[in-house]
């Protein structure tokens, strides 16, 4: 009973580089969501999904690219990483709009950026 | 945006306390959800709240959907050590998919 996994846990990039956070569910749901958690600010979205071939962005999507081509998989990339996108990244999915269906989350990728 | 006040920030609290913490909007929310975080971990849902006046139990735990739409409680009772950790309100307005979180309430417990 995976849920909601995200890969790597740990990753540390310096200033410039990209790399790309894997987030794969299996419980066949339609939308889903990465999130940044920074100290004292909560839990902001940077990007979602209602659906396979379909992103929107969220409240901080600058700096971030995402794609969803397969329904289990969302991934979020980073196109030069930058010290404040130092964060630790949940993702998280729900198998239908919110209404009745809160948000299953993974335990997050730790990033830091050098 | 949406903004959404959590209070307090943290507690200290003996074994077998009860507990309260509250959340306020900015705006109407028409759901309200509540989450509990670990260390390391990512937020485990606790409590969903879908309508106005709600009160909703899960064990030891009670949350609260105000009748303002604007606010919400979780009220934890005869804390133990597995309390321990950081629980986050969320909140959702009618026609939008994306959940706003509170900045968090950090429970610890005092032997």
């Known amino acids: 009973n995976a849920g909601v996994t995200q890969t790597p846990k740990f990753r540390v990039l310096k200033t410039g580089q990209s790399m790309t956070l894997l987030c794969a569910q299996d419980m066949n749901h339609e939308y889903m969501y990465w999130y940044r958690q920074d100290p004292g600010m909560g839990l902001r979205l940077i990007h979602y999904?209602?659906?396979?071939?379909?992103?929107a962005k969220g409240e901080v999507p600058d700096g971030y690219n995402v794609s969803r081509l397969k329904k289990q998989n969302f991934l979020l990339g980073l196109e030069s990483a930058a010290p404040s996108q130092t964060s630790v990244y949940f993702c998280?999915?729900?198998?239908?709009?919110?209404?009745?269906?809160?948000?299953?989350f993974g335990d997050g990728t730790r990033l830091s950026i050098l | 945006g949406q903004q959404l006040n959590q209070s307090p920030q943290s507690m200290f609290i003996q074994e077998g306390e009860d507990v309260s913490m509250n959340c306020t909007s900015s705006s109407i929310f028409n759901t309200w959800l509540w989450y509990k975080q670990d260390p390391g971990e990512g937020p485990v849902l606790l409590i969903a709240?879908?309508?106005?006046?709600e009160l909703t139990s899960n064990g030891r735990l009670t949350a609260q959907f105000g009748i303002t739409r604007k606010d919400s409680f979780l009220n934890i009772s005869a804390s133990i050590p597995s309390d321990v950790g950081i629980y986050f309100c969320a909140g959702r307005d009618f026609g939008n998919e994306k959940l706003t979180f509170g900045t968090g309430t950090r429970l610890t417990i005092i032997p």
């Open positions: 998280a999915s729900s198998p239908y709009r919110l209404d009745n269906q809160p948000q299953h």
């Open positions: 709240l879908y309508k106005a006046g």
């Open positions: 999904s209602v659906g396979e071939g379909t992103t």
